[in-house]
């Protein structure tokens, strides 16, 4: 397929750090596919397309989202039936090359910064993709500032295409999304069945796939979940432990006190204690702080 370049500055004026489009595909690709001297993401709305990138064709539906790089090659062809809404938002090398320095530990070598051969595409959860949409509708209207890109762009990485730390690349798809859903309390308040119903897998599917990628069942994997939400309450909110146990969706105290234990090696009043900081008023020191634990 013949290639033709795409110009940032065709798009934005000199003050604007990104390019915002909403669109309907045309159902055949063009004559000539196109890289460009910008990053792009691209999220599909509804409808399907086919997408010619990097010498692949790819058939893409609802929920799935892409982080291109400047050197990527492509080209949309809508399916006819179906016709094809896209959201795009382009943005330029400095804001991407930014972000890639300053959050190492979280886009470093992922997402717009891979060296695959492919650009790096998510298949979002409902969850995920209703958020995608809303985040990327609010920046449709926003000021074409750097702070609203880079902004929207940290919001994709932690908050829509992030999964699961622990959880290996060569994890299955839907394990990864149901990992990312057992996230929400919603989810892990149910426990294991949450989890499981989350995969849309049977339960001994689930159950052989969570000890493979993460070396525990699922009732232990959720478990950690609820603990780590428990200790983010404990050192931040003033509600009662019997409340941090409800908002867990613990039925049994006593299980609660000794899930917690086991994780954090303390009781969870100690942890409070320990970590708990008022903003209003001195802290304690930490030798009275074991005087009253």
Known sequence: MLKTTFLIDTYIQPDEAFHFAR?????????????????????????????????????????QLAFLRPNDVHAFSADRSTGCQIMNVMFRTETAQHLAN??????????????ARLPEMHTLAPARFARAVTVAQQLQTAHRSLARIEEFLLVLTNRVADVTSGVTENAPRWFAEACSAAQSQEVFRQGAA??????????????????????LTPSEYI??????????????????????????????????????RRQ????????????LRD???????????????
């Open 223 to 260: 478990n950690q979940v609820r603990i780590e939400f428990a200790a983010h309450l404990l050192r931040s909110d003033e509600r009662s432990i019997d409340e941090v146990v409800e908002a867990c969706g613990f039925d049994n105290n006593s299980y609660f006190y000794r899930l917690f």
């Open 194 to 215: 949450g989890f499981i119903s989350a995969a849309g897998r049977s339960h001994e599917h689930v159950c052989r796939t969570c000890k493979a990628v993460t070396g």
């Open 23 to 63: 669109k309907s595909l045309a159902t055949r690709f063009p004559d000539a596919a196109h890289d460009h001297d910008y990053f792009e993401v691209f999220l599909i709305e509804s409808g399907k397309t086919a997408h010619w990138i990097n010498g692949v064709t790819q058939q893409l539906a609802p929920g």
């Open 264 to 275: 954090y090696g303390t009781t969870p009043r100690q942890f409070r204690l320990r970590n």
């Open 102 to 115: 300053r959050y190492q530990d979280t886009i470093a070598g992922r997402y717009f910064d891979t060296s």
């Open 279 to 293: 903003p209003f008023q001195r802290d304690l020191g930490q030798d009275q702080l074991d005087q009253i634990s």
